[in-house]
């Protein structure tokens, strides 16, 4: 009947109330919830900045020494090139030739000099 009825969603609805000492206790227990996310956030937020500035430094480090490096192996090409450069006369090597005997050779050779072979010639005669 309508009487049980409305009896029976009366007792629900008071059985579902929060009466005002629980719910300042839920109201409480809800603020530190909050306050300890909030702390936990701002923690992983300092977290963060640490480990990205220490990332930041580290890849730093890492492109410094690597331009270190290039510019050693620059500098060793430059120094090579130079070098190869002074042992060069008309684009040719000159590992063992000197600049006299590059202008003899130029010259036509030293065995081509005049008066090369008489002296050879002459120095046969002894023989």
């Known amino acids: 009947d309508y009487d049980t009825l409305l009896t029976n969603c009366r007792e ?24 300890l996310n909030e702390q936990t956030l701002k923690e992983l937020e300092q977290r963060h900045k640490k480990i990205s500035s220490a990332l930041h430094d580290q890849r730093m480090k890492e492109i410094e020494h690597k331009q270190e490096i290039v ?15 002074k042992n060069m006369i008309d684009d040719e090597p000159n590992e063992l030739i000197t600049w006299d005997e590059h202008r003899e ?23």
């Open 12 to 35: 629900l609805e008071s059985s579902h109330r929060i009466d005002g000492e629980k719910l300042q206790e839920y109201i409480q227990i809800t603020d530190q919830v909050i306050e």
């Open 71 to 85: 510019d050693l192996m620059y500098r060793d090409l430059v120094q090579k090139e130079s070098v190869k450069d």
């Open 105 to 127: 050779k130029s010259d036509g050779g030293w065995d081509k000099k005049p008066g090369f072979y008489e002296r050879k010639n002459e120095n046969l005669s002894w023989t």
